[in-house]
């Protein structure tokens, strides 16, 4: 009896000595990965500290390049256009007619920017060839109001064009609508040929019905049948019935002919179908 007591003690003692050691080493793991943990949140907060200090030079830097950039990008266009005449007085001349990425326009753009720069070299190559390449965007710009016209009638004429776009937008979407009554071979058929050549001008004025509907005169064009105003009609109608909100209709310029439409000048398209031309109009 007393070995198995004296026994049962020793097993006793060896179980709590090895509990007191685990627990030791569990105070010793712990107290490592606490210090592990403080020494990664230092870290943390010495990078984020840094990086603050990072961010704050860059914007110190940006706002003191803004306050500098007005006044350089002034002094640069003045060296451009000066680059600019002085290739022209030698008979170098960009091509407004063509695009900016034509070699031509390319090689001369290379010049005007590396003649603005000057020989010190007071502007980047990057910063010299922006400047060169709006300076040729504003030219073809200024040439394109010279060739139509007066500012003014530029204007209307992309106010005519704009809404062209519009015509044809709502007629594409019109005839793609599944809800559309027209036969699926005028759809195709108008699908076809859905494009702004074949879509009529209409007067600068808005009108307005009994009703304050808002609406434009449409020109009417004399090679077109009526088969191509019907599905154009019906096209532009399923747009505005299933495609504006109501209270939004009387926002969208309708259009209307009658007897005071008056006829439009527009060619008639190169390859039109024959059941798109009216029988009585003569190519």
């Not at 306050?67 to 680059?83: A, F, G, N, Q, T």
């Not at 290739?87 to 031509?104: A, F």
């Not at 009526?226 to 009387?250: F, M």
């Amino acid at each position: 009896m007393d070995i198995a007591k004296c026994f049962n003690n020793t097993y006793i003692d060896l179980q709590i000595s090895s509990l007191l050691m685990t627990v030791a080493e569990l105070k010793q793991i712990n107290q490592e990965q606490a210090r592990t943990i403080q020494h990664q949140a230092s870290t943390i907060q010495h990078q984020a500290k840094t990086i603050q200090e990072h961010t704050k030079t860059i914007s110190d830097l940006r706002a003191k390049s803004s306050r500098k950039r007005p006044e350089l990008d002034s002094e640069l266009k003045k060296e451009i256009r000066h680059s600019t005449k002085l290739l022209e007085s030698n008979g170098t001349r960009l091509d407004l007619h063509s695009n900016i990425s034509d070699s031509h326009n390319q090689a001369i753009l290379q010049r005007i920017a590396e003649g603005a720069r000057g020989s010190d070299n007071q502007f980047s190559l990057d910063d010299a060839m922006e400047a060169a390449k709006r300076h040729f965007i504003n030219l073809k710009d200024e040439m394109m109001r010279h060739l139509n016209g007066t500012q003014p009638k530029h204007a209307k004429s992309m106010r005519s064009h704009s809404r062209k776009d519009k015509k044809l937008k709502f007629r594409t979407v019109g005839l793609a609508d599944p809800r559309c009554p027209l036969p699926p071979q005028d759809k195709l058929d108008g699908q076809a040929i859905m494009t702004s050549d074949y879509m009529s001008s209409d007067d600068d004025e808005v009108l307005k019905t009994p009703e304050g509907q808002k609406y434009r005169q449409v020109r009417y064009r004399p090679w077109e049948s009526e088969r191509l105003s019907r599905i154009k009609a019906v096209a532009y109608d399923t747009y505005l019935k299933y495609k504006v909100h109501k209270r939004d209709v009387k926002k969208v310029h309708l259009l209307r002919r009658d007897e005071n439409s008056k006829p439009s000048d527009a060619p008639l398209p190169k390859g039109a179908p024959d059941w798109a031309v009216n029988l009585d109009f003569t190519k």
